[in-house]
Structures are given as C-alpha cells and as structure tokens.
C-alpha cells in the first residue's frame, strides 16, 4: 500500500488551465476504473470532486475533469478561479478491500 | 442536515490506547459504510479503515492492522475506532467519513468529519 505519485506543487494563473498526474501501479490506479479526487481547502474537511475515473459528483462544476492512461491518473482543471487554490488528493482503490491516497498537490493560483 | 462529530482524541503516550467516535445523523446510519481516514499534520491523508453498513465487514491499512479495530452500533449511530499500541507515527487528525456506497461499500467518501486529534507523545 504505497502512496500514489503526485507532484507535490502546481500553479497557474486565472483562467489558465493545469492538470494534476497521480502514477500508480497496476495494482491500484491501472487496475480498476476507481481513481477519485478530492479537494481540501486548508482547515477542510476533503470534498469529492471526481470519482470512478471521469465522474463528476452532482454540484461539482464541469471545469474539473478526470482522465486516465494505464498508471496514470490526471485531474485537469479548466478556467482557474482564485477558489481552486486548495490541496488536491487523488485516491484509489488498491485491491484486498484496500484503498490508498496520493501524496497530495497545493495549487497555487497566481 | 447530516452530521458526523469525532470525539475522543487526546494526548496519549507510544505504546497506550485510545478509543475514539464518531456519532452520526441525518441519514439512515444503518445503510452507510463508513471509513476512518487521518491526516498527520502539514502532511497528507491516509486511510485507514472501513467497516460496512452492517458490520459484518471490515478492513485496514496494513501499518494499523493488528493495532486498530474499527466497530459500529447501528442502535446508537456511532462508528468507534479503537486504537492499541500507539506509535508516535500515528499522530495525526482522524476523520470519519461516510462511503458514498448505499447498503455496499464503494470506497469514496461523499460526507466527512471534522476531525480529531490525536497526539502520541512521550
């Protein structure tokens, strides 16, 4: 159960767009349609933001999107708002009834 | 509105136990499983345990397993977390969030805590 791979910091400016990796392994990222995303705001309780892959929670805005590619995980967000500056976690399902998270992203928006 | 409120964090020292809960309302508790993640501070988060709806399942992170047991009382709306043979690595805030799953588990969580706080500390 070792953490997920993600870059420890991105940034962008308003209305830019960045996207977050997460690399994994085949045994959790690349082995089942389950990578999610949450986003915590400091002080926070985390909030889903993208579940099985590609799936936007209802309320969620259309500006965060999640893709996949064998091992690797992304979280692409669209149009920066100041308010996306938060901590980005992807998380997967692991197997064995496990689950892991990534190490985390601080986005910064300029 | 839905509620989860953690309770019994503390100071503890390597090697002790602690109990900690998380009472639950508005939703039907009985149909949610409901995990235990935790956050060490300035650090990510980590999952720890989930047990389901009816708690006849239940699962661990491998650095917890055999040290904590996660349990429920559908009667009173409580998930526990007890915690044995504390580390000074096992500082950190402890979630309860529910899984977003009706009835099954399916591993996200749609509904958190606020947390607690537990320090391992000699």
Known sequence: QSALTQPASVSGSPGQSITISCTGTSSDVGGYKLVS????HPGKAPKLIISDDNKRP???SSRFSGSKSGNTASLTISGLQAEDEADYYCYSYAGSITWVFGGGTRLTVL | QMQLVESGGGVVQPGR????????SGFTFSRS????????PGKGLFWVAVIWNDGRNENYADSVKGRFTISRDNSKNTVYLQMNSLRVEDTAVYFCARDSGDEAVAGDFDFWGQGTLVTVSS
């Not at chain 2, 136990?17 to 639950?24: G, I, P, Q």
């Not at chain 2, 499983?33 to 060490?40: E, F, K, L, P, Y």
């Open chain 1, 37 to 40: 995303w949450y986003q915590q």
């Open chain 2, 33 to 40: 499983g409901m995990h235990w993640v935790r956050q060490a």
């Open chain 1, 58 to 60: 209802s309320g969620v």
């Open chain 2, 17 to 24: 136990s602690l109990r900690l809960s998380c009472a639950a």
